[in-house]
């Protein structure tokens, strides 16, 4: 397809459990952020991939939390010993290398941990 | 530090009336600025974005913002709105990261708009 594309769309898991949030960019794309996106916090940052460059992981609320993209183009959010303080929209978006068009933003993942 | 501000949580408006939505920024340099929108159950969609230049901006459905640096603002207005513009709008800030390129975005907390018909 022509956007960004974000699985599953929907995932419910039981506290303790580890998820996978995967991720595929716009082809072409070379930038990758994962955001995420909860009542009480708003839109956050988590981490950004630019080519071939260490990620930018100062957004990562703890070390349960890891990003890896293979092959610069899709990501994978990992999230270990899920609690409920997890549960929101994952949001994915990419941008072009200078990034000069914005970013393009997935449908999300929602998350609840149960 | 980079923020955000958008004033007003919840704007309610007639259909075919005029909006403008608020949006003040934190920055020490020259911001990059975008408007996000929202609606249930949706990623964010693009509106409109200011780099450098003309100060208003035009984007899409209509969407139009101005940027004033003098008030560290970038409102997003449109002259007459549409039922379907009932959604959750973001104001959003960008510094560029490492290598010449936009980093992270900064968003405001969001503003609600519901259109009564």
Known sequence: GAGVSQSPSNKVTEKGKDVELRCDPISGHTALYWYRQSLGQGLEFLIYFQGNSAPDKSGLPSDRFSAERTGGSVSTLTIQRTQQEDSAVYLCASSSERGMMGQYFGPGTRLTVT | ?117
Not at chain 2, 4 to 33: F, K, M
Not at chain 2, 34 to 57: A, C, E, I
Not at chain 2, 96 to 103: D, E, Q
Request: proline fraction near 4%; charged fraction near 15%; include cysteine.
């Open chain 2, 1 to 117: 530090a980079q923020s955000v501000t958008q004033p007003d949580i919840h704007i309610t408006v007639s259909e075919g009336a005029s909006l403008e939505l608020r949006c003040n920024y934190s920055y020490g340099a020259t911001p990059y600025l975008f408007w996000y929108v929202q609606s249930p159950g949706q990623g964010l969609q693009l509106l409109l974005k200011y780099f450098s230049g003309d100060t208003l901006v035009q984007g899409i459905k209509g969407f139009e913002a101005e940027f004033k640096r003098s008030q560290s603002s970038f409102n997003l207005r449109k002259p007459s709105v549409h039922w379907s513009d009932a959604a959750e709008y973001f104001c959003a800030v960008a510094r560029f990261g490492g290598g010449s390129t936009l980093g992270r975005l900064y968003f405001g907390r969001g503003t609600q708009l519901t259109v009564w018909p």
